[in-house]
């Protein structure tokens, strides 16, 4: 593959993520933010600061989540215009959810708490 064609693929991909909506920019930091804390809490388990930090990573991305996700019903219904780019996002923050709720069900069974 050409460079000059990869470069440009990379420059889309990079502007595409610099033009995405804040609740969605929300949604990634949180996942992927998320999934870095339960890989280093299974590779140092004895260290319980991580498990700390954790906990208040999850509330604060568990509340801007939600601040989020009302303002994307609020989008839905009064930018008739957008909805399906809303809908889109709802979906992606919705997917938040199950994805925690399985990184809490594999800490918790991992320290037997």
Known sequence: MNLKVLYNKKMKELYRLKSASLPMKIAFTSFFGGTILLISQMLFPKIYQIMAFGLAFVLIALLLNFISLLF???TLFSQPKKQRQT????LTILCNIPIAALYIFILINQNNF
């Open 72 to 74: 994307l019903l609020y």
């Open 87 to 90: 809908i889109h996002e709802l």
